[in-house]
Nanobody, 118 residues
Framework: QVQLVESGGGLVQAGGSLRLSCVISGIIFGNYNMAWYRQAPGNQRELIAS???????NYADSVKGRFTISRDNAMDTVFLQMNSLQPTDTGVYYC????????????WGQGTQVTVSV
């Protein structure tokens, strides 16, 4: 059974920081490209950061320079360090795994709420 379990969300003031974690089980972590998505109230889910199985990283323009994605293959975990948080960063953050060859093999976490107050 595949599980992606996110943690680290919460309420923070603007300018603050949070670190999200996503622990994955039930798959061979090294075969998966990992990503974080965000869904703000009333909006579609959007890709904000990704890290490939070989370490290639991409960010959405809205978080570039403020967020850092990383993965620890020994711990089967992906992280998202979020600094200089703004109220527009509020939303539910989801961890996503996609097999590097079999694109139909994708998995989602349950999401973790991040709320940034003014």
């Amino acid at each position: 059974q595949v599980q992606l379990v996110e943690s680290g969300g919460g309420l923070v003031q603007a300018g603050g920081s949070l670190r999200l974690s996503c622990v994955i089980s039930g798959i061979i972590f090294g075969n998966y490209n990992m990503a974080w998505y965000r869904q703000a109230p009333g909006n579609q889910r959007e890709l904000i950061a990704s890290v490939g199985r070989i370490g290639n990283i991409n960010y959405a323009d809205s978080v570039k320079g403020r967020f850092t994605i990383s993965r620890d293959n020994a711990m089967d975990t992906v992280f998202l360090q979020m600094n200089s948080l703004q109220p527009t960063d509020t939303g539910v953050y989801y961890c996503h795994a996609k097999h590097f060859l079999l694109s139909s093999n994708t998995y989602w976490g349950q999401g973790t709420q991040v709320t940034v107050s003014v």
